[in-house]
């Protein structure tokens, strides 16, 4: 299996390393349709929904760390159950920055396409 995934990996490196090496600039996509005023209520819509997302995932993160914080203090002795809360808060600190990245993620591609940002003039 690790044979047939490192020749697929090599496979997809060598055909993006052709476009890099022969500097080929790729075309500019036509956006005119998501930035016409007819897309507007999609694009509040998308907008207050990773908003929305977002929020409750940080709420839920700050509440998930404070249990596993009070199930850790309350453990004692108790070896299984202090790995157990210590498990979930790396779990739940994984998740916060899986959901930052994605932010990230998100953000910059819509820069990069240029639908959020600074316009020129």
Known sequence: MKKILSIITSIFASLFM???AFAQALPQPDLSVWQSDKMKPVRDFANIAIGV???IAVLYSVIMIAWYGIKL????G???KSQEAKHGLKA???GVGITFGAIFI????????GLIGIKGA
């Not at 203090?73 to 004692?76: D, K, L, P, R, V």
């Open 53 to 55: 997302i977002f929020g």
């Open 78 to 80: 108790d070896l299984i």
């Open 92 to 94: 739940t600190i994984v």
């Open 73 to 76: 203090q309350s453990a004692g």
């Open 106 to 113: 998100i953000g910059l591609i819509l820069y990069v396409l």
């Open 18 to 20: 052709a476009s890099v």
